[in-house]
């Protein structure tokens, strides 16, 4: 059983909701990026969302896409964000990490070279953005072969047929995008995610997680109501751009533990 699969098992097991950040590998600045994941977990993280810095994110919004750049501008590449996930893996074994970002990096290391670098490294499941899953049965199944675990967005717009193909393919978790847009875009509305994650749980078997437009302890407590995880990405962005780099672990690990302490208020 993965890692990912273990945490929300044992999540679910515990009537609990997963937490599941997200950060660019490289920002602010390489050096941070480790100790970051340390205060995420310090924080109450169950599942870390490294993202791997690109040039082109289309689905990311100006904050995440700010982030890319400053990671870029910095030389971080695919090679160094795994280099970052193996110097987790010397402190903390237990906490599953996600790399989430497009295909191209992983192309130009060529598909089977990048999945035992990312094994090798302790790197738990991979979220490829522009990999419809039409489009990639085979890398999925090489993923699972190795024991990481293929994630698949699906969205407002998913057709039935999408969600199906989904399910067949996808572990670990799906991450559904509760906006039509990009991150950190748009009016989060409750009703209309409660509305389609049944439709959701009728083809997929693994937990469903939920992300953008997730900005606090509230609209993740309302999230957390109706999914089994909340993902957020954007609103660390800009604690990050907000806060000095001497401090950014302290108020990171504040912010998350202030999510998790309202995911796991009674209701």
Known sequence: MSRIKNTLTALAEQNRKGLIPFITAGDPSPGLTVSLM?????????IIELGVPFSDPMADGPVIQRASERALAQGVGMRDVLGFVREFRTVDQATPVVLMGYA????????ETFILAAREAGVDGVLVVDYPP??????????????????????????????????????????YVSLKGVTGSGHLDLDAVASKIPQIRKHVQVPVGVGFGIRDGATAKAIASVSDAV????????????TPQERAVEAVQSFITGIRQALDEKA
């Open 38 to 46: 340390h205060g995420l977990v310090a924080g109450g993280a169950d």
């Open 231 to 242: 993902v957020i990405g954007s609103r660390i962005i800009q604690e990050l751009e907000n």
């Open 104 to 111: 191209n990096p992983i192309e130009r290391m060529g598909a």
């Open 134 to 175: 039409e489009e990639c049965e085979e890398f999925a199944a090489l993923m699972k072969r190795n024991g990481l675990d293929p994630i698949f967005l699906l969205a407002p717009t998913s057709t039935d047929e999408r969600i199906a193909q989904v399910g067949k393919i996808a572990s670990g978790y799906v991450y």
